[in-house]
Every structure is written in structure tokens, then in C-alpha cells.
């Protein structure tokens, strides 16, 4: 019996790895699209449309679970990354994509940066760019540990739950309409479908989209085996940035209900700071840390994935270059003080690219690849449909995106 059990321990052990890898890449998709954009606009929205930003974020929720539906379902399965599917389908596509999400992540990661300075100056009273530094040295230290991959999943669990905790306790307190919210949920007194559609490609858009498949793939949980494993991971994950978005929005619902105006320069520390007083604050500066330093390390990972066969795919040189990733951006924000606003203008229009582009090359996998690329997997012809449906959803955001390169052009 005793023997028995030794030789089932490498099992059970090996299950409980794989357990964390997987709830890690779905927080670390939900965590990567919870960043210092993902507060403001939730914020913003809610201060504009009251309780009918609901059924915004209810669409929202739906398209997201379809894409990433798609999405992990497809580079799960075949265990290979976006950028590998797209060589394959398509010679030289894969570059081209990998160039797109490097770009965009870089950018945003400076923004990121920024997101943990403010949100140490808003904890600590602390300098930013001294609170940029540290955030990124803590950055840094989780790649550099011996068991970087088992640290990153960690914390962006921990920091992903502490988020939602906090903004729970403050959605309590700040006592919002929940009737009128869940009513308005389906029946909204407005629809937004430009708020939307931005929420949309806040969520799953540039590099997000790919954080947690890939992940998956760097986990080793991959293959038809797994198929349900990797779809319930991906639902999950989208969940997860729901239940946060759905808590911040009742949160600043239930201020903005009670007849509070927020501050225009900075309306989410408003929010808080009505809601709780001066501690709201500080709790503020919690969630924006552990917000933005998330998604610092979500965006760095993901943007070096991409490179993994310049990196010969080795885990070291891997983690070197996400720290490398992370210093560059340092540097760039302590330069700069803040990403150059018309690079946000670019990156987030070439985000807006990625989502179409990089959802099609996964349909087509899907659709004429799969005995080659997909082991032989029959790929549900029902999820296929939704997944072409929510395609030309991405095209119209992607078309629309293309207006922050021509007004970014005509300003130059």
C-alpha cells in the first residue's frame, strides 16, 4: 500500500501543477485586461450612462467569451503559439503579428508603469517615478526567481483576488441601485454600442488576447485531452474580469447615484474617495497597483512569447528577455514621465488590428486546418459560427481603429 502510494505521488503532484498553471493563465488573461484603462473607462462609462452601462458590460461579457472561446480552444489544442498558427497558415503572417502585439505591449507597458507609480504616490505620498522603479524591480524579481512560471501564476492570483475583495468591500459600502442595475442589465434606458465595442477591445484586444493561451501552451496544457479543461479555463478567465468590472461598476454606481460629482482629472480616485473618505484613497492606490503591475507583468510575458523562436524557445532566455522587456519600459517612463500620447493613439489603433487579424487566422485553423494543425480534433462546427459572427464584430472595431492612424498621420 505504502509503495502504492510513492508511485502515485508524481500523479498527484504533477495534477496539482497543472491545476495552478491553469487557474494561473486565467488570471493572468483576466488580470492583463484589468490595468489603469480597464478602472478609468469602467469608471468614466458608469458616470455617463448610471445603471444602463450594465447591459454594456452583460454584450461585453458575452463577445469576450466567444473570442476567447476560439482562441484558447485553437492554440490549446494544436499547443502551438498564435504566432507559429499563423506561419503555418499563411507564410510570413506571424511576423507581421508577432511585430503588431511587441509594439502595441511595449507602449502600453510604459502606461503600465505608470499605472504603479500613481498608484504607490496615491498609497505612500511616494515620488512617482521612485514608485515606477520599485514596481518594476518587484517585476523583474518574479522572472528572475528560480521558478519564475510558478511565481508569475501566483501572484497575479493573489493581486487578481485582493482587487476583487477591495472593490467588493467599496461596492458595499457605496450602497448602489442593484435593481435598477439587473433591470437595466436587459432592458437598458440607453445603449452605448461605441462603449461597447471599446470594452470590447479593452478585454480582448492586443496582447490580451493571447496572455492566457499562451500561457496555456508554456504549461504544457495542450491537446484534445484537454479540451475541457482549456475551455472552461477560457470562460472562466473572462468571468473573472467581469465580476471585477461588474463590482467597480456598482461601486462607482452607487456614488454617482447618491448625487456625488467626480473629479474630471482624475474620476476613479473620486469615486473611492467619496465612497470611503480619505482611506478610500489609499485603497484606490492599492487596486490601481496591483492593477497596473498585472498587467505590467501580463504585457511583458505575453509580447516576448511571441519571440519565442528567436529565443529557442529556452524558458531562461525567456525570463531574461521579459526582464529586459520590463526595463526597457522603465527607463522609457522615467525618460518620458508617461507613454507619448500620440504612441497611445498608435499603439491602441494597431491593438484595434490584432483582434480581427489574429481571430481570423484562428478561424481558419479552425475550419481548414484542424487534421493537420489540430491533431485531428472535430472542431464543434456551433462555436465555429459564433466565432465567425463575433469576426466581423472585430473587423468593424479594427476598421474603426484605423481612424487613430489617419488622424495620428494628419497631425504629423
Keep these: 500500500m505504502d509503495d502504492q502510494k510513492t508511485a502515485d505521488h508524481p500523479t498527484r503532484t504533477a495534477t496539482r501543477a497543472g491545476r495552478g498553471a491553469l487557474v494561473g493563465a486565467m488570471f493572468l488573461m483576466a488580470t492583463s485586461a484589468i490595468g489603469p484603462g480597464f478602472i478609468t473607462q469602467t469608471t468614466v462609462f458608469t458616470d455617463q450612462l ?128 442593484v435593481g435598477d442595475a439587473l433591470r437595466q442589465s436587459v432592458v437598458p434606458d440607453q445603449v452605448s454600442f461605441l462603449i461597447i465595442t471599446t470594452l470590447i477591445g479593452g478585454t480582448v484586444g492586443g496582447y490580451i488576447t493571447y496572455a492566457g493561451a499562451h500561457r496555456l501552451v508554456d504549461s504544457g496544457i495542450t491537446g484534445p485531452e484537454h479540451v475541457q479543461l482549456i475551455s472552461r479555463g477560457s470562460v472562466t478567465g473572462i468571468l473573472v474580469t467581469g465580476v471585477m468590472r461588474a463590482l467597480l461598476f456598482l461601486a462607482v454606481l452607487g456614488v454617482v447615484s447618491g448625487g456625488a460629482v467626480l473629479a474630471a482629472d482624475n474620476p476613479p480616485a473620486s469615486a473611492f474617495e467619496h465612497a470611503l473618505g480619505e482611506v478610500g484613497v489609499r485603497v484606490f492606490g492599492v487596486i490601481l497597483w496591483a492593477a497596473s503591475i498585472t498587467s505590467v507583468i501580463g ?78 480534433y472535430r472542431y464543434p462546427r456551433w462555436l465555429l459560427v459564433i466565432g465567425v459572427v463575433v469576426w466581423l464584430l472585430t473587423v468593424y472595431l479594427g476598421w474603426n481603429s484605423l481612424g487613430g492612424i489617419s488622424d495620428l498621420w494628419a497631425r504629423s
Design 50 to 177: 448610471g445603471a444602463a452601462f450594465a447591459f454594456a458590460i452583460v454584450v461585453s461579457i458575452l463577445v469576450d467569451i466567444a473570442v476567447q472561446l476560439n482562441v484558447w480552444r485553437v492554440i490549446g489544442v494544436s499547443g502551438m503559439r498564435a504566432q507559429d498558427l499563423a506561419n503555418r497558415v499563411l507564410p510570413g503572417a506571424g511576423y507581421a503579428l508577432a511585430a503588431l502585439v511587441v509594439l502595441g505591449g511595449l507602449v502600453f507597458n510604459i502606461g503600465n508603469i505608470g499605472g504603479t507609480a500613481l498608484g504607490m504616490n496615491a498609497m505612500f505620498g511616494m515620488d512617482v517615478k521612485l514608485g515606477g522603479a520599485i514596481s518594476a524591480v518587484i517585476a523583474i524579481a518574479v522572472f528572475l526567481s528560480r521558478r519564475a512560471g510558478v511565481a508569475m501564476d501566483r501572484i497575479v492570483v493573489v493581486l487578481g483576488v485582493l482587487m476583487i475583495g477591495m472593490v467588493l468591500y467599496t461596492a458595499v459600502v457605496s450602497d448602489p441601485p
Design 299 to 376: 504585457a511583458s510575458y505575453t509580447s516576448v512569447s511571441f519571440l519565442s523562436g528567436l529565443l529557442k524557445d529556452s524558458s531562461r532566455r525567456r525570463n531574461l528577455a521579459v526582464v529586459a522587456f520590463i526595463a526597457f519600459c522603465t527607463v522609457a517612463f522615467l525618460v518620458l514621465g508617461k507613454a507619448p500620447a500620440d504612441l497611445l493613439v498608435l499603439a491602441g489603433a494597431l491593438n484595434g488590428l490584432i483582434l480581427p487579424v489574429g481571430l481570423a487566422i484562428i478561424l481558419w485553423v479552425a475550419a481548414r486546418r484542424g487534421p493537420d494543425l489540430l491533431g485531428g
